[in-house]
């Protein structure tokens, strides 16, 4: 069996580290990623797709990347599901095990 994902995208905002309850270090990143195709209505439509960070691969990722960045994120799909007002919900990750940062927003000017 294979779970494996490759993606490529514009950080939407800065990340940011949180510590876990057992002293671990993590961020969530949200990345969007324009589809290739135009929709019915001649528009590019993008994804916007959550990915969550460990460690160093956050501290990292914290240090050198903002908001606008292009990135690329390689890793698994995680499925979770909670609660919320007792109504279950389900969320898709992508749990990062590298990220290439690939140009800056700055270099865009």
Same mark, same amino acid.
């Given at each position: 069996?294979? %779970?494996?994902?490759? &993606?490529?995208? *514009?950080?939407?905002?800065?990340?940011? $580290?949180?510590? !876990? /309850?057992?002293?671990?270090? *993590?961020?969530?990143?949200?990345?969007?990623?324009? *589809? @290739? #195709?135009?929709?019915?209505?001649?528009?590019?439509?993008?994804?916007?797709?959550? =990915? &969550?960070?460990?460690?160093? $691969?956050? /501290?990292?990722?914290? /240090? #050198? =990347?903002?908001?606008?960045?292009?990135?690329?994120?390689?890793? *698994? &799909?995680?499925?979770? %599901? #909670?609660?919320?007002?007792?109504?279950?919900?389900?969320?898709?990750? &992508?749990?990062?095990?590298?990220? @290439?940062?690939?140009? !800056?927003?700055?270099?865009? #000017?």
């Amino acid at each position: 069996m294979l %779970n494996q994902v490759v &993606i490529a995208g *514009r950080l939407v905002k800065d990340p940011e $580290i949180v510590i !876990s /309850e057992n002293n671990k270090k *993590r961020t969530h990143i949200t990345v969007a990623v324009p *589809r @290739s #195709y135009k929709n019915m209505d001649g528009n590019y439509e993008t994804d916007f797709i959550r =990915c &969550i960070l460990w460690d160093a $691969i956050a /501290e990292n990722t914290c /240090e #050198y =990347c903002k908001k606008g960045d292009v990135i690329g994120v390689k890793g *698994r &799909i995680q499925t979770s %599901n #909670y609660e919320v007002e007792g109504e279950k919900k389900y969320s898709m990750d &992508i749990i990062a095990e590298k990220v @290439s940062f690939l140009s !800056s927003k700055k270099a865009d #000017y």
